[in-house]
Nanobody, 124 residues
Framework: QVQLVESGGGLVQAGGSLRLSCAAS????????MAWFRQAPGKEREFVAG????????NYAESVKGRFTISRDNAKKAVYLQMNSLKPEDTAVYYC?????????????????WGQGTQVTVSS
């Protein structure tokens, strides 16, 4: 069974940092691009950052460019999201996802396997 388990969320003050981790199992991790999405209460799930199978290509939502960094370690079957200079607008549940559908790299519909999510709360 495909398993994606996020960790590292928590409560942090504006300007602080958090590092999210996603542990993968049940599939050949290096065969798949991965991404982070987030969802705030009452809003739709939105793309945050994506990374290619071997980490050679990365892309980010405009709202997080220069502040967030996505990375992966295929030997450990893990993907990470380093979040710096956090803002209250970053408050959301963050999800790790595996891209397994042909389509745009930043579209929710391109991902069919998801983790359970981890809460990130940024106070002002």
């Amino acid at each position: 069974q495909v398993q994606l388990v996020e960790s590292g969320g928590g409560l942090v003050q504006a300007g602080g940092s958090l590092r999210l981790s996603c542990a993968a199992s049940g599939f050949t991790f290096s065969n798949y691009p991965m991404a982070w999405f987030r969802q705030a209460p009452g809003k739709e799930r939105e793309f945050v950052a994506g990374i290619s199978s071997f980490g050679s290509s990365r892309n980010y939502a405009e709202s997080v460019k220069g502040r967030f960094t996505i990375s992966r370690d295929n030997a450990k079957k893990a993907v990470y999201l380093q979040m710096n200079s956090l803002k209250p607008e970053d408050t959301a549940v963050y999800y790790c996802a595996r891209r397994d559908v042909v389509g745009s790299s930043n579209a929710v519909g391109s991902y069919s396997s998801w983790g359970q999510g981890t809460q990130v709360t940024v106070s002002s």
